[in-house]
């Protein structure tokens, strides 16, 4: 089957949008860590139009040093199917909600490591509430 024009502009919205979203994401997670970007980095964003590599600086942005080491993430070069892409995706925001728990937790209760050396604390807390990071069971 042949797909419509129409269907085939409603698909390159899709995609804009999606493009659009992880260019959010990483300045709003790039910021979190390392501050305000400056123009160059928005620029670079907005000349990626491949959406697998957007996302791979998504990644890069929870545990960059630099906003060049995350506009230096490397391009896709592979392509998946589409069960495979979704897997991965899901796979990775998994981890990057972990990562995110890290990162904020640390900003408001401390270092988790501290909670071995002064008995409990707010991250023993969190670490038996699994339903609020999004974990089943």
Not at 55 to 74: C, K, Y
Request: charged letters at 30%; glycine letters at 8%; proline letters at 4%.
């Amino acid at each position: 089957m042949q797909e419509s024009n129409s269907y085939r502009a409603y698909l390159a919205i899709l995609d804009q949008r999606e493009m659009k979203r992880a260019r959010k994401d990483i300045l709003l997670v790039g910021e979190k860590r390392l501050g305000p970007s400056d123009e160059s980095v928005k620029r670079r964003l907005d000349s990626i139009t491949d959406l697998e590599s957007l996302e791979r600086m998504i990644l890069q942005a929870v545990t960059a040093a630099s906003w060049q080491e995350i506009v230096d993430t490397p391009q896709v070069s592979v392509r998946h199917d589409d069960a495979t892409r979704q897997m991965i995706i899901e796979d990775v925001l998994r981890e990057g909600g972990r990562k995110w728990v890290l990162i904020i937790g640390e900003d408001v209760v401390g270092p988790s490591g501290q909670c071995r050396q002064r008995g409990p604390c707010e991250w023993q807390r969190l670490a038996h509430r699994p339903q609020e990071l999004g974990e089943s069971g």
